[in-house]
């Protein structure tokens, strides 16, 4: 059980600029939730938690002051469109203790229900002007030691995986006593990746805002949405790596020229194997999903600290699930790097805010807030038959270092309650990764069956 000692609102230690913030077309089209990470800490006798909260406080009270925005609140505006106003009204970090000791938590899984009470706690309910749009909870577990679990809560509409792990690395820097460079403030102007800033061009089609195949003989995904998932981790050694990558690469004469990458050939794997584990009809239509960070592949390249979203979605082609099954892994490989190579393309980049920006409404192209128990057949549903691939590789995790080392552990604390696979990096450092899977229970056994045959 956990309790809370403190909670605290944390406004800038500084003031900063008041008022309505703009949101670019891709920061409205992520859903408009939190997006959680937590970090554990193992024992470590030199450390005082009642300090490092304080300290912790007042290192957040001082980047609020490059991070601004994070401060403020958002509100509906027409077309379910999201506006920002910074009107400083702070941010939210909790001081609480566990009851368990760090081994009674086992296997950190996203999704899992027992690390639930480790983030905070967000009332959604609430009208979306009264959420703070950053929250962080530091947790002592029970027991001897001083373990703690450092969950952090941002609003998604405020930044992506990228900008939310330079906040969280910039801030862990302030809190063990460093100072910012100067090449590590924020880079806050959305003006610059916005449909209004970039000229007219020719529109392309884009099928990342249609509708995905559903399962042969039905109207609707309803029943798939409904359908109860399970949440673990799969680590693959440096060797599995590489013979996934060489298997991708047999009778690719591509990938001669550029080696088949770790997220082509991994998620590869997962497509065949979530195909193989639901044993559909070989003429199943499906495709695999997937975000991109742009913020090198427009023309001009957006800073490299920019916060925000610069994320791109986009596709496979449709195929066939027989084809997944029995073409060659490099088959596969190759229309995820086709799909990813699409939106690597300035002109489509730009296409595709002009097309969100276009539309009346978001509610068909924002990626839905989704908990089970509210269906929708319009819900752009990337379950069975399909899947969701995601690369964390090149984020820098583990550099959160607040004052006592880098993390003993890093993981999002959930994960779409649909089917999804996330390559991420290993804390080893040994060449190996992870993956974090989200996938039907009915089909999770054969799934993981056919995973380890590699």
């Known amino acids: 059980m956990v309790s809370i000692k403190a909670s605290y609102t944390v406004t800038p230690k500084d003031e900063t600029p008041k008022g309505l913030f703009c949101l670019s077309e891709s920061d409205q089209m992520w859903r408009w939730s939190h997006s959680n990470t937590m970090y554990v800490y193992h024992n470590n006798n030199n450390l005082n938690v009642d300090e ?7 290192s957040l009270s001082q980047i609020l002051v490059h991070y601004y925005p994070l401060c403020g609140r958002l509100s509906w505006t027409k ?14 970090l909790l001081h609480a203790e566990s009851t ?35 929250l962080a909870q530091v947790t002592k577990f029970g027991g001897h030691g001083n373990a703690v679990a450092i969950a952090t809560a941002i609003s998604h509409p405020m930044s992506d995986g990228v ?6 690395n910039s801030w862990a820097k302030l809190t063990r006593g460093d100072a910012l460079g ?27 805002f249609k509708r995905p195949p559903i399962v042969l003989g039905r109207t609707d995904n309803i029943e798939e949405q409904k359908k109860k998932t399970r949440a673990t981790t799969l680590k693959l050694t440096a060797e599995q790596v590489q013979k996934l990558r060489q298997k991708a690469s047999i009778g690719d004469s591509e990938s001669k020229q550029r080696p088949v990458s770790r997220f082509e050939a991994i998620g590869a794997h997962i497509w065949r194997c979530a195909c193989m584990a639901r044993e559909h009809d070989k003429n199943q239509p499906t495709l695999a999903k997937t975000v991109v960070d742009v913020r090198s592949k427009v023309n001009p390249p957006l800073p490299k600290n920019y916060f925000g979203n610069a994320l791109a979605s986009t596709v496979t082609s449709t195929c066939c699930v027989g084809d997944i099954i029995s073409e060659p892994l490099g088959y596969t490989a190759k229309m995820i790097r086709e799909a990813v190579e699409r939106v690597s393309n300035d002109e489509y980049i730009r296409s595709q805010l002009e097309y969100v920006a276009g539309q009346e409404g978001m509610d068909t192209i924002r990626t839905p807030f989704l908990e089970k128990g509210v269906y929708s057949p319009n819900v752009s549903f990337y379950g069975n038959p399909n899947i969701f691939l995601g690369s964390w590789t090149r984020m820098p995790f583990y550099e959160a270092d607040f004052g006592w080392g880098k993390p003993d552990y890093f993981g999002p604390t959930g994960v779409s309650p649909f089917d999804i696979g996330i390559v991420a990096p290993s804390p080893d450092e040994d060449g190996s990764v992870v993956v974090l899977l989200c996938f039907q229970i009915q089909h999770m056994e054969n799934f993981i069956k056919h995973f380890w045959d590699i």
């Not at 102007?189 to 209004?196: I, L």
């Open 52 to 58: 490092l909260v304080q300290r912790m406080r007042d």
């Open 79 to 92: 077309g379910s469109r999201l506006e920002m106003d910074c009107n400083a009204k702070g941010a939210m």
């Open 100 to 134: 368990k000791t760090l081994a009674e938590y086992g296997e950190f899984s996203p999704n899992d229900d027992a690390i639930k009470e480790l983030i905070p706690k967000i009332d959604y309910s609430q009208p979306i002007e009264d959420i703070p749009l950053l």
């Open 163 to 168: 900008s939310s792990i330079q906040f969280i």
């Open 182 to 208: 100067p090449d590590e403030l924020p880079f806050l102007d959305r003006m610059v990746f916005t449909a209004s800033s970039l000229p007219a061009l020719r529109r392309f089609d884009h099928p990342e």
